[in-house]
Each structure stands twice: as structure tokens, then as C-alpha cells.
């Protein structure tokens, strides 16, 4: 049997001042239940930051609560940034294994109510403590570090890379979603702020705040055409990249998608909508390497051609990716099954012709635990 995402929600992802994250959480949950026209079985809610951000836990309980909903499995589901991939892995699972009707997936952060300090420390708490965060090091500096040795190693500039930067923003324009809905110019990203060398400020994903739910289920009740995960995986690796025999190596990843690929009985190249961890620019460019959407050390040129733009065989991000609809951590992974799921049912921003099979890859640290989807419009 075949899940079926049948309803869909999401808040805008911007500096939410006004909500905390219990109503994050209610808003995005409400419109995918009454999208999905049922009441959920279970609730399992996608968080990482909310004891550090918020002072609260039992969040399952309370939003559960909220939804007046009752005499229901609830809890909640801690990943570091794939949460929410994770949680959407779990729920298939469980889906598929119990006596189950339908599951609703929370995920949300709340992360702007935290100082630039409380930030930092915050998005560094999936590293190793011992090995890492006691040293002062942050995600951006390791991402940074990332990024020399993949530059190093193919003779690419962080100017080359930062095209990853620009369409990222481009596809953006029009997703009312996204944090950012404006394009930059190549120049202007080189041109930003340096965050950690060789990364500039318009490389990274921002921080802002959000939530996005997803109704699982094995019958769809909605109005719109049905959308079924193919399949469902995740494999991890060592916590901290450094660690690994080959630093540039992504091996999570590089299991996930084989176990994908076996699972949906979909080829590589059948997939044409992609939604990928782009956190900066180098990480996105060896995610693409890695799957085989292009060589090693080619994305960035493959970028520049246009092989993954709106419009070409493989669309890449099409709201905009981390980088530009943002990064609310726990909510990430669902964010990018929501546009994948939209995309497929032509409902989405953009209007993309003969899509029909889209892969969600989400992951925490650098490859440390990854979850890869790939969803399909059903036959």
C-alpha cells in the first residue's frame, strides 16, 4: 500500500514576532486537516529548538489540544535539521504497519526570538558537543571548511558557486511563502558580507521562523489529485564530516538514494522536480554530484547552462530552496514535500508542465542523517 498525502499546510516563513510557535504550529496544522477532509489518527510533531527557544515541551500534547483533538497517539520527533523528513518517514512507516487511517505531520521552529549569539550556539546544537561545539566551532565555519576542500578538489571559485545563490532567488520571485521573493545579481551575492570564508552572507540560509503539516493517509479525501510517497528512506553516517575516510563523501545520502530508487522501482532519470538540502552553495553543488544529476565537479557550470531551471528537464528548488523560501529547521523537510506535492498536482506558483515524479532530500549537519522522498502523481 501506497501513502497518500492528502492535505497540505504552511505559514509564510519570515520573523513571526506576534505567533509563538504553538500558533505556528496550529496554523499550518488546521489547513492541512481541513484540506484532507479527515481527523487525524496520530500527531507527530517536528521539532528541535523549542526547549532552547520557546521554554517548552509536551508540544504534541498542547497543540494536539488546541486542534480539540483527543484519545490520540501524539509526540514529538527530534532530528536536528531533517526532522521533519524524519517525521514523515516515521509516519509512512507507521502508516504502513499499524492500524492506522491517517497521521498528521507538524513541523515548526521558532527562531527569531532568539539573540544572534543564542542563534549561532542554537543551529550548532546537532554537531558533537565534545568534538565540536566546545571548541567554539559554528555550522557556517564547517560549512565553509566544506566548501575550500570541495573547491580544492575541482577547481571551482566561490564566485562560480554562488550561481546557486541566484537561482535559488530567481525561482523565489513568486512563491508568497518564500522569506525572500526578489532576485540578486551575481555581483551583489559575491559582494555580501563574508560570514566565514570563502562564504558570504547571500550564500547562506537564513533564519527565520515557520511551520508546515502534511495529512498522511491511505485514502485520499481531499479535492485534489492524488500524490503517493514511492518510497521512503533514511540512513546516517558520522555526526561530524572531519571524522568520515573521505571528507567530500557524502554516504547517507549516497545510501538513501539507492534505497530510494530500489523502494519507488524509479529510475534516476524519470525524476523531474528535486528538492535538495541547499544550505550553501558547495553543499548543494556535491548533493547533485552525489545523486548523479551531474558530474563531480560540474554543478555549478550545469547551474549556469540552465539545467535546472523552472522550466528544464530537472527543476531544481522551484520556491526557492533553503536558501531563499528559508530554513525553519524542523519544518524544512515538510516545507519541500508540500511544493513537490503541489508542483505535481498543478496548484503550485509556478505552472510546470510534465512534472510527474519529484525527489525531497533533507539532511542534518553534513550528511550526518538524511531522509530522502520521492513522491509520484498516482497512476
Given at each position: 500500500?501506497?501513502t ?14 506576534s ?5 505556528l ?12 477532509n ?15 527557544s520557546?521554554?517548552q ?8 489540544e488546541e486542534?480539540?483533538?483527543?484519545d ?17 518517514n516515521?509516519?509512512h512507516?507507521?502508516?504502513?504497519s499499524?492500524n ?5 505531520i507538524?513541523?515548526a521552529?521558532k ?7 543564542e542563534?549561532i550556539?542554537?543551529?550548532?546544537l546537532?554537531e ?5 561545539q566546545?571548541f567554539g566551532i ?15 578538489k ?20 513568486t ?11 551575481l555581483d ?5 558580507a ?5 562564504l558570504?552572507?547571500?550564500?547562506c ?6 511551520s ?11 479535492n ?5 510517497i514511492l518510497?521512503?528512506t533514511?540512513?546516517?553516517?558520522s ?6 575516510e573521505d571528507l567530500l563523501?557524502?554516504?547517507s545520502t549516497?545510501?538513501?538514494?539507492n ?19 541547499d544550505v550553501?552553495?558547495?553543499i ?5 554530484e552525489?545523486?548523479g544529476?551531474?558530474?563531480p ?7 549556469l547552462?540552465?539545467?535546472y ?18 530554513n525553519?529547521?524542523s ?11 503541489r508542483?505535481?498536482?498543478?496548484r503550485s ?7 510527474n ?9 553534513i ?11 498516482a497512476?
Amino acid at each position: 500500500m501506497q501513502t497518500k498525502i492528502s492535505g497540505t499546510g504552511l505559514t509564510k516563513i519570515t520573523d513571526h514576532w506576534s505567533k509563538s510557535i504553538v500558533d505556528l504550529a496550529i496554523d499550518s496544522a488546521r489547513q492541512a486537516i481541513s484540506e484532507s477532509n479527515t481527523s487525524p489518527d496520530m500527531i507527530i510533531f517536528a521539532n528541535t529548538l523549542s526547549s532552547y527557544s520557546s521554554s517548552q515541551e509536551n508540544l504534541s500534547t498542547i497543540i494536539s489540544e488546541e486542534l480539540g483533538l483527543s484519545d490520540i497517539t501524539t509526540f514529538k520527533l527530534e532530528s536536528s535539521s531533517c526532522s521533519g523528513a524524519m517525521a514523515v518517514n516515521i509516519g509512512h512507516k507507521l502508516l504502513n504497519s499499524d492500524n492506522l487511517e491517517s497521521v498528521l505531520i507538524i513541523g515548526a521552529e521558532k527562531m527569531t526570538d532568539l539573540s544572534p549569539a543564542e542563534t549561532i550556539k542554537a543551529t550548532a546544537l546537532g554537531e558533537s558537543y565534545e568534538y565540536t561545539q566546545f571548541f567554539g566551532i559554528t555550522m557556517n565555519s564547517l560549512y565553509a571548511l566544506f566548501s575550500r576542500l570541495y573547491m580544492e578538489k575541482y577547481n571551482v571559485t566561490s564566485e562560480e558557486l554562488s550561481q546557486f545563490s541566484v537561482l535559488s532567488h530567481k525561482h523565489s520571485v513568486t512563491c508568497k511563502h518564500a522569506q525572500f521573493n526578489r532576485e540578486f545579481s551575481l555581483d551583489s551575492i559575491n559582494k555580501s558580507a563574508t560570514i566565514s570564508s570563502p562564504l558570504r552572507m547571500l550564500n547562506c540560509s537564513p533564519i527565520g521562523d515557520g511551520s508546515a503539516s502534511l495529512v498522511l493517509s491511505k485514502t485520499n479525501n481531499s479535492n485534489f489529485d492524488d500524490v503517493n510517497i514511492l518510497s521512503s528512506t533514511s540512513s546516517n553516517s558520522s555526526t561530524s564530516f572531519f571524522s568520515r575516510e573521505d571528507l567530500l563523501k557524502f554516504y547517507s545520502t549516497t545510501r538513501c538514494l539507492n534505497k530510494s530508487l530500489a523502494e519507488s522501482k524509479i529510475k534516476l532519470e524519470d525524476i523531474d522536480l528535486l528538492e535538495i538540502h541547499d544550505v550553501v552553495p558547495a553543499i548543494t553543488a556535491n548533493i547533485l554530484e552525489t545523486m548523479g544529476f551531474s558530474k563531480p565537479g560540474n554543478a555549478s557550470s550545469d547551474v549556469l547552462s540552465g539545467s535546472y531551471d523552472l522550466n528544464s528537464k530537472v527543476t531544481l528548488s522551484s520556491s526557492g530552496g533553503l536558501k531563499a523560501r528559508g530554513n525553519p529547521l524542523s519544518a524544512t523537510g515538510i516545507y519541500q514535500i508540500i511544493e513537490v506535492t503541489r508542483q505535481l498536482q498543478n496548484r503550485s506558483h509556478t505552472d510546470l508542465e510534465n512534472k510527474n515524479i519529484g525527489l525531497c532530500h533533507n539532511m542534518s549537519g553534513i550528511d550526518s542523517n538524511t531522509v530522502v522522498h520521492i513522491l509520484g502523481v498516482a497512476n
